[in-house]
């Protein structure tokens, strides 16, 4: 079965500063990677997706992740983090062939000014 | 165009009383999610619609659970004998194509709360 570890449940960062959102998977077959994010009262919305090729992936919001097979890792980077985005970010994967998502936990990113 | 919308919002019901929450997918998509968001136990998958093709029902928590999804648009799922552990938020996604992983397109959830 696969599972996915976001390693901060919370990370407090001053605006403007960069950020990295960690998230370790755990899979015996291959797997496509996702994040989503999750804006104060609303449905999560996809950030960006690994499904195969550059390891370095860009998102929307100017997000970017990169994919790691030896360290098992999709952690979500942004050099610049604004205000717009405190929110509660997900990390998941799906085996290849099948289509469910397997979440992690989340962690909730709060920008200070 | 139109995202995928849910209803009601909020539910509060009692204890051992039945729910039906309702999921209206994007026009055109043929894959239909269930997903279940608690404090306790974060995103967890319930079940999953493709076309015609029988459910992937692996995530419903018990027999309380069961879901269906009429014409190959809107879906219902519902809830019997309502449990406090079964309140949550209840989200819906869709996405398209027969091979994944195609986006998913999340709905705002349903909030069930059980008194």
């Known amino acids: 079965a696969q599972s996915v570890t976001q390693l901060d449940s919370q990370v407090p960062v001053f605006e403007e500063a960069p950020v990295e959102l960690r998230c370790n998977y755990s899979?015996?077959?291959?797997?496509?990677l996702f994040w989503y994010v999750q804006y104060p009262n609303q449905g999560l919305q996809l950030l960006l997706k690994y499904l195969s090729g550059s390891t370095l992936v860009k998102g929307i919001n100017g997000f970017e992740a990169e994919f790691n097979k030896s360290q098992t890792s999709f952690h979500l980077r942004k050099p610049s983090v604004h205000i717009s985005d405190t929110a509660e970010y997900f990390c998941?994967?799906?085996?290849?062939?099948?289509?469910?998502?397997?979440f992690g936990q989340g962690t909730r990113l709060t920008i200070n000014p | 165009g139109a995202g995928v919308s849910q209803s009601p919002s909020n539910k509060v019901t009692e204890k051992g009383k039945d729910v039906e929450l309702r999921c209206d997918p994007i026009s055109g998509h043929t894959a239909l999610y269930w997903y279940r968001q608690s404090l306790g136990q974060g995103l967890e998958f319930l079940i999953y619609?493709?076309?015609?093709?029988?459910?992937?029902k692996s995530g419903l928590p018990s027999d309380r659970f069961s879901a269906e999804r009429t014409g190959g648009s809107v879906s219902t799922l519902t809830i019997q004998r309502t449990q406090q552990e079964d309140s949550a938020v209840y989200l819906c996604a869709s996405s398209s194509g027969l091979a994944g992983p195609y986006e998913q397109y999340f709905g705002p959830g349903t909030r069930l709360t059980v008194t």
């Open positions: 619609f493709q076309g015609n093709s029988a459910p992937d």
């Open positions: 899979s015996s077959v291959s797997v496509y």
């Open positions: 998941a994967v799906s085996v290849q062939g099948a289509q469910k998502l397997v």
